[in-house]
C-alpha cells in the first residue's frame, strides 16, 4: 500500500496503490511533473492530462487553483518519503541513510535522470507573484520533519543532541544537492561519493 511518485514516462502518474482515488493520483501527477519540470512549468491543465484525469474535477479538487495543488503535492512528497525513513531508522542512523539516498537514486535512475526532488524544485524557482508563503511553507515543513527524524535517531543512536541536529540538516542538504548533481552529470557518481561521507560522519558521530 505504498504510495510512490511517479518515475516512469511522461504519460501519467504511476501510483502503486490498489484503486487510488483521482484527486490522490493528480497530487501524485503534480508531485512528479514538478520533479521533471520545475515549479513554474507545471499547470493545472498539464497535471490533469499527466494524472489521466478530467480537467473539471482537478478544479473540482483544487478550487484555489495552482498553489493549492503544488502545496499538497509538496506535502505528499514530504510524507511519503518520511514514511519510508521511519521505517528505515528503526535499524539505526546508517540504514535511514541508505533508505534516503536509494529512494533518490531510484528516482533519477529510473526517470533517465529527468527527474529530482519537487521540494527542491518549489523551493529555488521564483515563485509567481502571489504564490510564495503556502508552497515556501509547506516545502520548509518537509525539510524539517526529515531533518528531525534523522536527528531523533541519531540521538537515540549516541549523538549528542547539537550535533545530531547539525548532522541531520548536513545530510538532507547534501542528498538534495546531490540529486540535482546527479541529473546534470547524469550520472550517481556524486551519490556514491556522498554516500561514503555521510556514512563516516554518522558513525563518527555516534561512536563519540
Known sequence: MTIVIAQGSDRGSQVTKSSPSARERIVAGAADMISRRGLNATSIRETAKHARAPLGSTYHYFPEGKQQLVTEAVRYTGEWTARNLRKELRAGPVAGLQAFLALWRKIVVDSDFRAGCPVLAVSIEEPAPGETSAVLAAAADVFTTWEGLLA?????????????????????AAVEGTVAMCRAKRSTQPLDRTAEQLRALILAAVKD
Open 152 to 172: 531523533d535517531s541519531l540521538r537515540e543512536h549516541g549523538a549528542e543532541p547539537e550535533r545530531a541536529a547539525d548532522l541531520a540538516t548536513l545530510i538532507v
